[in-house]
């Protein structure tokens, strides 16, 4: 194997600016010297070499990616440091996936101080419920949030969340928040409050907001003119923020654009509903826009030409297009069939109303007191599920 001269050698190091350290640490060379040519090339593509051979021997990157990862460092740097800060991650609870998802996201923690900034930060985040392989899980998704402030944003931001949840004690719904939304915690805690404050102006509170924040977090890490905008659209489809469908409203057209909405309405209307009562339906029941087309396509067909429900009748009561068709709504009606041709019904109840009771309660009700049909009343409830397993 052919390996570089000595004159070479230096020549290079000095190039790359790292000959200095030779004096403190003559391995290097040593280590440099035994080198194949094309391993050496390889590492010449970098300033800090020592890092590369870290990076791609301990944690297992690429010469590549190793490469890109140690020239964001200026000066050349020891790899004691990120050992120490790998070792401490693994202690805590992170697998090497989790480590080097990291690493590569946030490279800087290799270098940081360990005990003045990585373990209060975590320590602090250990307190809120996020601990073991949670904890890594979170932060390789959110690697950059050990750069923010501790004392500036990070446990302003966490209080004034949990002020606004109402678990705050069981630290649940912060939690999720933090999950669904980590980068609530780099805005200025003031950000934060301006944003809570206008939500409240448009008479979210309490529980309400709660909700909204535990559904949507990223809406309050958004700009207000972005939050303005959607309260606006809210409001200019006919929704009072006196109501308590608002809430939800806000929460809908914040998770669809302008074209899914528009694609939802003229699937309403492709089944002869009118603008205005599509608009109706949307009020009594805001989380309509969010069900699937197909979902939607199933239930219109279902209840406008299998058993031909009126349409005002859907106008009146939309939710019910979110049921299940397969595993709730045809069962249910399977069984009610049967009992009116057993003639075993002294009222037929209001089909909406059956939809409503819990499985329980409609067991209770429609198949349990008929014990001498109860088999084939189940068939015709569980029928479905009874196929699926025969096949």
């Keep these: 194997m052919r390996i570089f001269q000595p004159f070479s050698l230096l020549l290079h190091l000095h190039e790359m600016k790292i000959s200095a350290n030779l004096n403190s640490n003559p391995l290097i060379f040593f280590t440099l010297l035994s080198l194949s040519p094309k391993r050496f090339s390889s590492l010449c593509a970098s300033s800090n070499p020592t890092i590369v051979e870290y990076l791609t021997q301990t944690l297992g990157f690429s010469q590549t990616l190793a490469n890109s990862i140690s020239n964001r460092f200026r000066r050349p740097k020891s790899a004691e440091n990120p050992q120490l800060v790998v070792h401490f991650l693994r202690d805590i609870g992170f697998s090497e996936g989790q480590i080097r998802t990291t690493v590569r996201v946030a490279p800087q923690i290799l270098f940081a101080d360990i005990d003045k900034i990585l373990k209060p930060k975590l320590q602090f985040l250990q307190q809120l419920g996020l601990v073991g392989a949670d904890l890594g899980k979170f932060i390789s998704y959110n690697s950059t949030v050990l750069n923010v402030s501790l004392e500036k944003k990070l446990i302003p931001c966490i209080e004034i969340l949990k002020k606004t949840l109402s678990d705050s004690e069981s630290n649940g719904d912060l939690v999720r928040v933090l999950r669904g939304c980590a980068w609530i915690l780099y805005r200025n805690p003031n950000f934060l409050l301006s944003n809570i404050e206008f939500l409240e102006s448009c008479g979210i509170v309490g529980s309400q907001l709660s909700m909204l924040l535990t559904w949507q977090p990223r809406l309050f890490a958004s700009k207000q003119s972005t939050l303005k905008e959607l309260v606006s659209r809210v409001v200019d489809m006919g929704f009072s923020i006196e109501s308590r ?144 397993v025969d096949e």
Excluded: W
């Design 245 to 388: 469908m608002f809430v939800h409203a806000l929460y809908t057209i914040s998770c669809l654009n302008d074209k899914t909405i528009k694609k939802k309405f003229e699937l309403f209307q492709s089944q002869g509903f009118t603008e205005q009562e599509c608009i109706g339906m949307f009020k009594r029941a805001p989380a309509l826009l969010r069900a699937s087309e197909e979902k939607l396509k199933l239930g219109m067909e279902f209840y406008i030409n299998t058993i031909k429900f009126e349409r005002t009748r859907l106008v009146q009561r939309p939710a019910v297009l979110m049921n299940s068709i397969k595993d709730r709504v045809i069962p249910r009606y399977r069984v009610l069939q049967i009992l009116k041709s057993k003639r075993l019904l002294k009222k037929e109840p209001s089909f909406f109303k059956v939809l409503d009771l819990t499985d329980g309660k409609f067991v209770d009700r429609f198949i349990s007191r008929f014990p001498d049909d109860a088999d084939e009343l189940l068939v015709g409830y569980k029928g479905h599920i009874l196929q699926e």
